[in-house]
């Protein structure tokens, strides 16, 4: 074929050769050219896109949407007094209030605790009416919250990951709001589930009934079993409590990762399809999914919390401009 240097254009720009081959045929290579180039560049247009479409296509979503939070124990170590305070602020309540004998306090709130995840629960499920608000006024009002210091290096841990975070606590919302405050974590949360989320505000004001007094005779008798009559508490580590903040906050459990100090509660978590975490110890026990010896240590052990937002894809605009010219 003639090459394309052979053509050489008419001296004037308005002459146009129709009928000599020299001007001709390379007018049509002119055209050929151009088609091919128009067909390459199109079709590494079409390569382009079929080559990023793959690789967004293979962008993994985030592997968790929300990160669900204990609070006592969890976003504080044990260490810090409040616990044991509790504990103690639970018998006295169980003396003072419900009558019940100085020297059984201690085996009878153990038993509880064991096989209904509180004390609280506990004692309403073996037939002992009391208000809730006097309940968590007694309880959680004496507790050495100046123990507490604002902690910054948490603060700025849950500023930082880019998922949303909820509060899921068996406290009521006042003793949540004054941990929070004390520890510098206020707003670091989308919502807080509480008992009194889960529960209604009042408890029970009716005196002693029948079925009630019954109950307390046979305490003895529920203590030494290993599991009692069910409670009118909703709370962890029962899966109605779960299935109920599932519900409240608009959670995926199975795109959820769960942190709290309770293996019971954990292994709760575990059973409904959630992502566990154990805080507290560093050895990973069944149905803890990972461990850690501090909340502190969250971004050592889980760095993907925050890739999650590197990972996201960025939308792809690619257009196709061609001009045709006849």
Known sequence: PCPYSLYKPPSSPLFIYLSPTAYLYPFHIYIFQGLFAFHCSYSCSLAEIMENENQYQHVAAPKYDCLLFDVDDTLYPLGSGLSKACTTNIQEFMVEKLGIEGDKVSEINRVLYRNYGTSMAGLRAIGYNFDYNEYHSFVHGRLPYENLKPDYVLRNLLLSLPIRKVIFSNGDEVHVAKVLKKLGLEGCFERVISFDTLNSPNGSHSSDDEESSKLRDTSAEILDANSGPSTPIICKPFKNAFEQ??????????????????????????????????????????????????????????????????????????????????
Do not use: C
């Not at 507290?280 to 999914?289: I, K, V």
């Not at 257009?319 to 010219?325: C, D, E, P, R, Y």
């Open 245 to 326: 903040a599932f519900k409240i906050a608009n959670i995926n459990p199975q795109k959820t990762l769960f942190f709290d100090d309770s293996i019971r509660n954990i292994q709760s978590g575990k059973e409904i399809g959630i992502h566990t975490v154990l805080v507290g110890t560093s050895h990973r026990t069944n149905g803890a999914d990972y461990a850690l010896e501090s909340i502190h240590n969250i971004r050592e052990a889980l760095p993907e919390l925050w890739e999650s937002d590197a990972k996201k894809p960025e939308s792809v605009k690619l257009a196709i401009q061609t001009s045709v010219m006849a």
